[in-house]
């Protein structure tokens, strides 16, 4: 049995977190070939989504898939995002969120993030100071 992703626990957690806060979670989306939304908006790969319950109609986030009906200057439209192209969530006013990475190797990328790293021996710089005449001054 493998173990699920946590993905889309902390999107809904964070959607959740907004609504009792009166804030507006906004979804950072990678387009791919799976991914449905308005092609007019996107930008360099990617959209930026309103999710929050007064900018969607029958918003629904699942293990797989965010399906919700949005207005896209003026026009309803159907929009669904696989959770796996979901690059981040966030709240508008604040920016609190989470950002979402997938490694092509999960596995791997664990290993490398908790390998022991070897100790940076880079030889310390000169930080002798030439000497300074006093600036003191004896006064009679």
Same mark, same amino acid.
């Given at each position: 049995?493998?173990?699920?992703?946590? &993905?889309?626990?902390?999107?809904?957690? *964070?959607?959740?977190?907004? /609504?009792?806060?009166?804030? $507006?979670?906004? @979804?950072?989306?990678?387009?791919?070939?799976? $991914?449905?939304?308005? =092609?007019?908006?996107? &930008?360099? /790969?990617?959209?930026?989504?309103?999710?929050?319950? $007064?900018?969607? !109609?029958?918003?629904? *986030?699942?293990?797989?898939?965010?399906?919700?009906? +949005?207005?896209?200057?003026? +026009?309803?439209?159907?929009?669904?995002?696989? *959770?796996?192209? =979901?690059? /981040?969530?966030?709240?508008?006013?604040?920016?609190?969120?989470? +950002?979402?990475?997938?490694?092509?190797?999960?596995?791997?990328? @664990?290993?490398?993030?908790?390998?022991?790293?070897?100790?940076?021996? $880079?030889?310390? &710089?000169?930080? &002798? !100071?030439?000497?300074?005449?006093?600036? @003191?001054? *004896?006064?009679?």
């Amino acid at each position: 049995m493998s173990e699920q992703s946590a &993905k889309p626990y902390l999107i809904r957690a *964070i959607c959740e977190w907004c /609504g009792d806060n009166s804030l $507006t979670p906004f @979804l950072a989306v990678k387009v791919d070939g799976d $991914t449905r939304v308005p =092609v007019a908006y996107v &930008k360099n /790969g990617e959209i930026v989504l309103n999710v929050s319950t $007064t900018a969607t !109609r029958k918003l629904t *986030i699942d293990n797989e898939w965010i399906h919700f009906t +949005a207005r896209f200057n003026g +026009a309803s439209q159907e929009v669904a995002v696989p *959770i796996g192209a =979901v690059a /981040g969530i966030f709240a508008k006013e604040t920016g609190y969120g989470f +950002a979402f990475s997938a490694p092509a190797d999960p596995v791997a990328a @664990l290993g490398a993030a908790t390998a022991p790293r070897e100790p940076d021996v $880079t030889p310390p &710089k000169d930080t &002798k !100071r030439k000497p300074r005449p006093p600036h @003191l001054s *004896i006064i009679k």
